[in-house]
């Protein structure tokens, strides 16, 4: 699947543009959302804008639940416990109703794969757990697969965002 990322990355270097396009009016009033720094080949979610107050996820270990921090254009970044750009820890943290999250591959019943660390399942379970939060993968419209393995732990994504459209998960 990093493989066919690749690939689509490179055939479609402007799909992150229409990403917003997609994002449906119901999404668009949250008061905070999550998006990511997308590395190597992941689709760029950083052209969403809604009205709530952006925030970036920030792994402060390797194998713990990710923390958002407020973050606007021009914010410093520095590199968190994988090395990925995230917002300082000045920045303060924020509980998003919405999490743009990046996945390797998805089906439409919800099932993501993630880069395999469990970070973002960690943090899904854990916002879930306090209150509703919606999660919405961004995707290549050719990441998808007809089924994607789950275990207990994986956290089943409510939608998927890509360069064509938008799938609500039933």
């Known amino acids: 699947m990093r493989v066919a990322?690749?690939?689509?990355?490179?055939?479609?270097?402007?799909?992150?543009?229409?990403?917003?396009?997609?994002?449906?009016?119901?999404?668009?009033a949250a008061a905070a959302y999550g998006l990511y720094h997308p590395i190597g080949s992941e689709i760029d979610p950083r052209g969403i804008r809604l009205s709530g107050e952006v925030a970036l996820p920030v792994a402060l270990a390797r194998n713990a639940a990710l923390v958002f921090r407020r973050y606007a254009?021009?914010?410093?970044?520095?590199?968190?416990?994988f090395g990925i750009l995230a917002p300082t820890g000045t920045a303060p943290e924020v509980a998003p109703d919405i999490v743009f999250t990046p996945v390797l591959a998805f089906d439409r019943r919800g099932g993501r794969l993630g880069q395999g660390a469990g970070c973002y399942d960690r943090t899904i379970a854990?916002?879930?757990a306090r209150r509703p939060v919606t999660v919405?993968?961004?995707?290549?419209a050719g990441?998808?697969?007809?089924?994607?393995?789950?275990?207990?732990?994986?956290?089943?994504l409510d939608a998927i965002l890509t360069e064509t459209g938008y799938i609500q998960v039933s």
């Open 73 to 81: 254009p021009g914010d410093p970044l520095v590199a968190d416990a």
């Open 136 to 140: 919405v993968g961004v995707a290549y």
């Open 5 to 28: 990322r690749r690939r689509l990355a490179a055939e479609a270097p402007d799909a992150a543009l229409r990403l917003a396009d997609y994002v449906p009016k119901a999404l668009r």
């Open 126 to 128: 854990g916002l879930r």
């Open 143 to 156: 990441q998808e697969l007809a089924d994607v393995p789950m275990e207990a732990h994986d956290e089943r």
